[in-house]
């Protein structure tokens, strides 16, 4: 496997966005404020131990198999996931809208809330900071959806994450919005979208088709805790 989104993280955490890795021997993980996502190459799995932080943390790989559990760490859960890619163009669907704002530092207590209600995908205090995160306000200024940024395994990919929608204001078309508003601009900078999706959540997978993305492979995201 050379591809770089063969292994999203592991390729993240040595290439891109290294600066934000912590190591332990050979295994690696994002900053604990960005979120749980560790890899290691083969032969280095026992070092993941080493990665927790404290009894109650936890790691997620996410690879092309679920990763059995090396010396100290217990499998927490494992999830079946879909790759998605959008290598064409976009389709009309994959539209923008002008109620799209930027969000950040003053908006992370509504973001946080919202994806910790929703559950996109793990979500830590910084997590926010991985790129540009967007949303829509309902009438009443409240935070009603957001979309944004994530992982960046090599130059020239960008991985859209945090589709979050409070479930009162889903049926109006935001996550569709969003989404093609992030890829619309990782487009405009040469960067190819990709993301993540559960493979049992068949209603967000046939959105994303209708936005130009398509299944590239499946992956599985294994849950690791101490034991």
Not at 31 to 48: H, K, Q, V
Not at 57 to 83: F, K, M, N, S, Y
Not at 96 to 108: H, K, N, R, S
Not at 211 to 226: S, W, Y
């Amino acid at each position: 496997m050379n591809h770089p989104l063969d292994r999203p993280v592991w390729h993240a955490l040595t290439g891109p966005q290294a600066a934000l890795a912590r190591r332990a021997g050979q295994a690696l993980r994002i900053a604990p404020s960005y979120g749980p996502f560790a890899a290691a190459p083969p032969g280095g799995e026992a070092d993941l131990v080493r990665l927790l932080v404290d009894p109650a943390d936890t790691i997620w790989l996410v690879e092309p198999e679920g990763a059995p559990a090396p010396p100290g760490l217990v499998v927490q859960r494992r999830a079946e996931l879909v790759q998605m890619i959008a290598d064409g163009p976009l389709p009309a669907s994959a539209r923008t809208g002008p109620e799209i704002v930027p969000l950040g530092e003053a908006d992370v207590p509504e973001m946080t809330a919202l994806a910790l209600a929703t559950k996109p995908g793990p979500w830590g205090p910084e997590t926010w900071r991985y790129g540009q995160f967007y949303g829509i306000r309902a009438p009443d200024g409240r935070l009603a959806a957001m979309a944004g940024a994530r992982m960046r395994p090599a130059p020239g990919f960008a991985e859209v994450s945090g589709v979050a929608t409070w479930p009162e204001f889903r049926g109006a078309g935001h996550a569709a919005r969003l989404i093609g508003h992030v890829m619309t601009g990782f487009l405009a900078r040469g960067d190819v979208p990709f993301l993540h999706s559960y493979a049992d959540n068949q209603g967000a997978i046939r959105l994303y088709e209708a936005l130009g993305l398509r299944i590239r492979q499946r992956l599985v995201a294994t849950i690791l805790g101490k034991t």
